[in-house]
């Protein structure tokens, strides 16, 4: 019963009561799953399959997965990634702590030599 394309609900863990689809049979006990939950292994102990199968190819990507929940009427919540603009904004921040750390250790040497 438990195959690729399976529609199923997730019933243990953070995801419980979310929908999900089997991408992958990994064995008998373990399946790759995706849709409202995350991508991620699952037992099949914790899963409800439903009567619906989706035509999806084994291992599919996230985007076929979310464009055949979507033929379903199934809403899928995207995750917001972090935008470009903000990783750059952080990157600068971190350099310019090391540049003020490398200054500081520079002074106290000079402080130093200046004593001594």
Request: charged share 50%; proline share 2%; hydrophobic share 30%.
């Given at each position: ?5 399976r ?74 990634k ?35």
């Amino acid at each position: 019963m438990i195959e690729v394309g399976r529609l199923c609900v997730k019933i243990a863990g953070r995801d419980a009561r979310k929908k999900c689809v089997v991408i992958d049979v990994i064995d008998k006990n373990f399946v790759m799953i995706d849709g409202q939950t995350r991508r991620k292994r699952c037992n099949i102990k914790h899963l409800i399959p439903l009567q619906q199968k989706i035509d999806i190819p084994k291992n599919a990507s996230h985007e076929e997965v979310v464009s055949a929940f979507k033929k379903l009427g199934i809403e899928i919540k995207e995750k917001v990634k972090v935008k470009e603009k903000e990783k750059a904004e952080k990157e600068k921040k971190r350099e310019e702590k090391k540049e003020a750390k490398k200054k500081k250790v520079k002074e106290k040497k000079k402080e130093s030599e200046s004593k001594k």
